[in-house]
């Protein structure tokens, strides 16, 4: 292992450091207003769906076992559901869905 791949982990160490470093430093005995607190609380959520929502259409090749799977999946959840028996609910639909047009 050369210098180039040890400036490479300093370089990534630093830039993954500054982003949480400056929030800290800056923000630091201040309180942010509501609105704010309430956009920060969401990003992960936000994350989470803009990772994930790309994959749910392509993990097979037929696009339509995505779409069914995720409307299944927001149905029962929008029932109130808890998240096992989302991820059961979903699993057997698309189970029945690949038996039947798989």
Do not use: H, K
Not at 46 to 63: D, H, K, R, S, T
């Amino acid at each position: 292992m050369g210098a180039w791949f040890w400036w490479m982990i300093f370089g990534m160490a630093v830039v993954t450091y500054i982003p949480r470093a400056i929030p800290l430093t800056f923000l630091e005995g201040r309180e942010l207003p509501e609105a704010v607190q309430s956009v920060l609380r969401n990003i992960p959520y936000a994350v989470l769906g803009a990772l994930i929502f790309p994959a749910v259409f392509f993990i097979q090749e037929n696009v339509w076992f995505g779409v069914i799977g995720a409307a299944s999946a927001f149905a029962i959840a929008f029932t109130g559901a808890n998240v096992i028996l989302v991820v059961l609910g979903t699993i057997a639909i698309l189970s029945v869905y690949g038996l039947w047009f798989g």
